[in-house]
T-cell receptor, first 113, second 117 residues
Framework: KNQVEQSPQSLIILEGKNCTLQ??????????LRWYKQDTGRGPVSLTI?????NTKSNGRYTATLDADTKQSSLHITASQLSDSASYIC????????????FGQGTELSVKP | ETGVTQSPTHLIKTRGQQVTLRCSSQ?????VSWYQQALGQGPQFIFQ???????GRGNFPPRFSGLQFPNYSSELNVNALELDDSALYLC????????????????FGPGTRLTVL
């Protein structure tokens, strides 16, 4: 069973609009939760990283939230741009397991003009 | 762009062959992790190397093996290739500090696209 589940699987929005991506996880205990952006054919790039004690973290137009009680996280993108088109991956680092990262399957975001 | 490089960019092999993929980590990073990413899926953790020793392994068979060198660069070796090994192989480096409360960030390379025919 996948320990990190993301929704929706894919999303199409118009340029300038906001969107929110969801992540549910069952990894416990965990060290931190991260959101990565992956362009097609490229390696993932870190957007945010939060420990279990943090509720929100921003990086420009990206804002991630974390509810450790319900084991849910979200990534909110404000005023989307064409360059935001990519796969967004939620990642949980398991605690004390040698840096093992558990990836979700990603949400494929497409921003249209 | 991160400072992590991988070679080759693309590779085509046939079933049963062996392959070696290479990764140069970002300057100052002493930990390297390898991931397998099948098409349309998130990356799957293969293993991690810290100071030339394996420091954690995912659910991959022994025919997946690795090395880390004194300069912290790394190799991933896969023996007896199978069709399902076709994937993007990602290498990530990080400045791992032993102990709890690790807040390192892994910097990913561009990946090697392996196709097994």
């Amino acid at each position: 069973k996948n320990q990190v589940e993301q929704s929706p699987q894919s999303l199409i929005i118009l340029e300038g609009k906001n969107c929110t991506l969801q992540c549910n996880y069952t990894v416990s205990p965990f060290s931190n939760l991260r959101w990565y952006k992956q362009d097609t054919g490229r390696g993932p790039v870190s957007l945010t990283i939060m420990t279990f004690s943090e509720n929100t973290k921003s990086n420009g137009r990206y804002t991630a939230t974390l509810d450790a009680d319900t084991k849910q996280s979200s990534l909110h993108i404000t005023a989307s741009q064409l360059s935001d088109s990519a796969s967004y991956i939620c990642v949980v680092e398991a605690y004390n397991q040698g840096g093992k990262l558990i990836f979700g399957q990603g949400t494929e975001l497409s921003v249209k003009p | 762009e991160t400072g992590v490089t991988q070679s080759p960019t693309h590779l085509i092999k046939t079933r049963g062959q062996q392959v070696t993929l290479r990764c140069s980590s970002q300057s100052g990073h002493n930990t390297v992790s390898w991931y397998q990413q099948a098409l349309g899926q998130g990356p799957q953790f293969i293993f991690q190397y810290y100071r030339e020793e394996e420091n954690g392994r995912g659910n991959f068979p022994p025919r997946f093996s690795g090395l880390q060198f004194p300069n912290y660069s790394s190799e991933l070796n896969v023996n007896a290739l199978e069709l399902d090994d076709s994937a993007l192989y990602l290498c990530a480096s990080s400045p791992l500090h032993p102990g709890p409360s690790v807040r390192d960030t892994q910097y990913f390379g561009p990946g090697t696209r392996l196709t097994v025919l």
